[in-house]
């Protein structure tokens, strides 16, 4: 059985967040997000994006989470509380390496960002943005009960490209948490 840990990021996390960041988005986002950019650009925008909030506090406040599976970076999770706080407590980032999927680990991250949410933020819904062309985390976000908004554009980060995205939330953060407890 591997040993898994979540451990609450610090400001020596950054570069290995910005580096996980761009692991993720250049498996998940491959044909969606130009070649160019997460080839070339985007590892130098996540890194000045994470040094900035983790660093400078630039965003804050924020709840950067790290997965690690027996010792190893596994993947991330990142809350901001205030980001729009019209639509509840965000999270901004989660992500699990490709190596990793299917076993179970962006379930562990999700259930640690919805037990945070529920106890630090109670009553506050909990939600995220996907790219409308991401299936496979679309339909991970629906399994877990979140509900998705049509599709809008917004700005990519760091790019000055408009994408279609849709806003996933969860309004009942207790149920999301009870949903994904371990069972008996």
Wanted: hydrophobic fraction near 45%; charge should be negative.
């Amino acid at each position: 059985m591997p040993l898994i840990e979540l451990i609450p990021a610090t400001a020596a996390d950054a570069d290995l967040l910005a580096h996980l960041h761009v692991e993720s988005w250049r498996h998940a986002y491959a044909g969606l997000v130009p070649a160019e950019y997460l080839d070339v650009h985007a590892l130098d925008e996540r890194l000045a994006t994470w040094r900035a909030r983790m660093l400078e506090g630039s965003e804050a406040p924020l709840e950067a989470t790290i997965l690690r599976v027996d010792g190893q970076p596994a993947g991330f999770s990142c809350l901001m509380p205030l980001a729009e706080p019209g639509y509840g407590v965000y999270v901004d980032n989660l992500h699990v390496m490709q190596q990793y999927h299917g076993r179970g680990y962006g379930k562990t991250l999700m259930s640690h960002c919805a037990c945070r949410a529920a106890s630090q933020w109670p009553g506050k819904a909990l939600f995220l943005y996907v790219l409308d062309g991401n299936v496979q985390a679309r339909e991970f976000y629906r399994r877990l009960g979140g509900e998705e908004s049509d599709p809008f554009h917004d700005p990519f980060p760091g790019t000055d490209l408009m994408m279609a995205v849709r806003r996933v939330t969860w309004h009942d953060v207790d149920a999301l948490v009870a949903r994904l407890a371990p069972g008996p």
